[in-house]
C-alpha cells in the first residue's frame, strides 16, 4: 500500500455506463418519491417509509444489482450502487435498501450454498433484511461480541442483547453476529424465530429512520443457520466496509442537499438591508463546506471503482467514511446556524441533515476511527 | 484529434523516463528554486534557462502545441506523460511559466497569426522570457481598478505608471500588460486594453524586491513615458480585462491549454512521511505520535482528493452538478493545502523547528521551512484564496455580490 502512495500516484476514479445511467435515474426517481413534504410525513409514521416506494425499487431491480444471475440478480460489483444510494441520501430517503443490499452480499460471502439458495433470490427481489451487529460495548470492531450461539439438541440458541438493528420491524431475515465456540460467526435468523416482544424501538437521533433493540435470549434458530464459520472473521470485515461505502454515499447526498437548501436562505433572506448571502462569512463559509463535500464526493466515487480491490479498495472507503462523515457534518451544522432563530425550529430542514450526519458516522465508525485504521494501513 | 495511438504513447512515455532519468541533473551546488517565483539570481536564472531549453529540444515541452510555431503536433496526452515523467523524476523546474501557462494559451487561443509566429517558439526554448504585469501598489485584488496608462500617440502607445509584484520583471523580455486606455470608458472594465509589451527599452525600469524568505523574485515595473509598439495591443481596445480574465482562468487552473512541464515542486505529501520517520518529539519518532499520525493520515486523504478531483472533473456525470466547481475550486484546494502540509512539516520537528537553510540542524535542510514561507506566495500570488472563495462563491453557488 504505501508503495503506491510513495510513488505519488493518484488512485483512481472512474465510472461504468450502468453508473452513469444510474445517476440519472435514480435522481429521477429520488426526487419524484421523496420531496421534503413526504419526509416531513413519514416522520411520524411507524414504518418511516413508504412500502410502495419499497416495492417499485424491487420491480427497478435495484435490490438484484451485486446479486449474482443464477440467484436472479444482475451479478455486479457494490460500487453499482453507490449512486443509488447518494441521491436516497440527497433526499433523506429512509428504506431498508442499505440493510438488505448488506445482508445479502454477507450471505454471498459466508454463506453455505443452501443458505444463498434460499435467501438471495428472495433478497434480490424485495424481501427486506437488517443486520443485527452492535452491542452495548458501543464498540465499532465488530468483532467485539458477546452476544453467544450454541447448539443444543433443539437446534442453534442465542443469547444477549443487540442495538441499532435497522428497520428490523420490516426485515424478514437478520444476520446477527455471534461467538460460537468463543470465536465470531454469523447466524441467518428468519424473523419467525423472534419471540414476541423480542423487539423494541429505540430513541434515535435520526428521526427519519427506524431502529430496534433485539433481545436474543431464547432465541432458537435450525442447526443450520449457521453461515461458514471460517469466512466469520473475513466476512464482518468485509460488512463494515460494505456499509461504511454506502453510509459515504448516503452522507456525500445529504451533504450536497443541505447545502443546496442553505444556499437558498442565503439567497432570499435580507438582513441590513443586503441578501445575507453577500456576507464574506457566510459565502465563504459555505465556499469551505462545498469544497469539502467536493472532496468528499471524489474519494466516494474512488470508493466505489476499487471497491474490490484487495488493500487498495479498504484505503479508499475509509477515507471515503472519514471525508464523508466531516463533509457532511460541516455543512449541516453550518446549515443550522445560518437560518439564525429559525435554523432552531423543528420547521427548519437543517436539523433533519444534522441528525442524520451524526446517525451516519455513529454507525460503522466516525472519521478518526477510520483515520486510525487508515494509520496502520499507510504509514 | 483523432483518437491516440496508444503504441505510440506508451513508447513516448517509456523515452521521456529514460531522458529524465539520464538527464536530470543531480549534483547542483547551489540552491534551486522551488517554484517560477523563486528564480533570484543570475545563476538560478540561467541554469534553468538551458534546462527549460535542453527540455524543449529533446521534445518534452510543448509536444501538443502546434508544430508551425514550434510545439511539437502530438495529442495533449504526449505531454502530460512527459509533465508526469518530469514530476516523478523532481526535475528542476521549467522557467518561463509565465510564457509557457499563461501567455502560451492565451496565444494559441486568440492571438492573430503573426502573434503566434512571432512568440510561441521563444517562450518553448526560453529564448524569450515573459512576465506579468497585472497588480499594481494600490490594484492588486481589484484589478479592473488598474491605473497605467497607455496613450496612443501614431504608430505608439506611450505607457505611464507602476505594476508591482512582477515575477521574473529583471530577467523578462516582454510582459502581458494590462493598461488603461480609456480613462472616460463608462465602466472602470471597459477602459483597459491587454499589451504583449516588450520590457527591454527606454522608460522601463525593474526594481528587484526582497521576498520574506530573503530571496530575490520578483521586481516593481516602472513606465515611465515608455514607447512601444501600437502593434502591440492584442485584440482591440477596451478589450484588456477580457483577455486578463481569460489569462487568470489558464493561471487558475480553470482552463487548459498550457505547454505542460512542472513550474512548481510542490511538497511531495510522500516527503512528509520520511520527515515523520526521522524527526522525533518527546524522544520517539513522530510517526510515533497517536496525534500526528491522524494529522497525517487527514493530510494524505486531502493530498489524494485533489489528485481525484481533477480526474473527477473529466467525467462528465460526475461533475455536472454544479459546473466549473472543480475547475474554478483547485487553485483554492491545492494551494491551502500546502500550505498547512508545510505548516504540520514545521510542527513535528520539535526544537528543530528553529532552524531554516544553511544550517546542519536544520531537518531536510530546512526545505519545509523555506517551502512553508513561499507557499503564501500561491495563496496570494494569482488572486488570493480570500479572492478564490468570493469567485467560488458567486461563479459556482451563485451567492450574490457583496
Ligand atoms: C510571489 C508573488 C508573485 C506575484 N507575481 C505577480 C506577477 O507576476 N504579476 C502580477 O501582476 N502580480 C503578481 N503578484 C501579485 C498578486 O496577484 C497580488 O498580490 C494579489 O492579487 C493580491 O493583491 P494585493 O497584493 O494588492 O493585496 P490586496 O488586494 O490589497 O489584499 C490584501 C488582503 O485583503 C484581502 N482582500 C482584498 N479584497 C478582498 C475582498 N474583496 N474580499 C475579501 N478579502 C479581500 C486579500 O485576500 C488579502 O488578504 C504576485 C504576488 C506574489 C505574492
Redesign the pocket.
Known sequence: MSALINAGLTPSIGLSEEQAQLIDIAQNFCRDKSPIDQVRKLLDDDTGFDPAVWREIAELGWLGIGVPEEFGGIGLGLGELVPIVEQMGRHLMALPFVSTIVAAQAILHAGTSQQQQKYLPALASGTAASLALCEENADWDLENISCTASQTDQGLVLSGRKFLVTDAHQAELFIVSVRYDDKPALVIVPRAALAEGAMSREKIIDDTRRSYALDLNGVCVDADSLMEQAKAAETLAYIELASSLLLAAEMVGGAYNVIDYTLDYLKTRKQFGKLIGSY?SLKHTMVDAHMGYERARSHLYSAAYLFDQQGEGEVAVRMAKAEANEAFSFAADRAIQFHGGFGFTYDCDAQLYRRRAIWCSALHGDARYHRRKLADLML | MTAVDQKQLQEFKQQAEAWFAENTPREVDFMLPLTF?EVGTDQQFEFLRAWQNKVYEAGYLGAHWPKEFGGGGLDRAFQDVATKAMAAERTPIMLNA?GLNWTGPLLLDRGSEEEKKKYIKGILSAEEIW?????EPD?????GNAQTRAVREGDEYVINGS???????NYADYMILLARTNPQAESKYKGLSFFLSPMKGQGIETVPIR?LTGEY??TQTFFDNARIPASCLMGQEGEGWLIAMQTLEYERGARSGQAGGHVMMSADPADILELARHAQINGKPAIEDPAIREELVALMTEARALGLNSRRDKIQPLAQDRPMSLALGSKLASTDFYQRLNAFAIAMQGTRAAYYVGDPQAHDNGVWQRGYLNS??AT????????QR?IIGEHVLGLPK?
Open positions: 464574506q | 517565483m509565465i512576465c506579468q504585469g497585472f497588480s490594484h492588486g485584488s481589484d484589478l505594476k508591482i509584484w512582477t515575477t521574473q520583471g521576498k523574485g520578483f503564501f506566495s496570494i500570488g494569482g488572486g488570493t484564496s480570500q479572492i468570493n457583496g
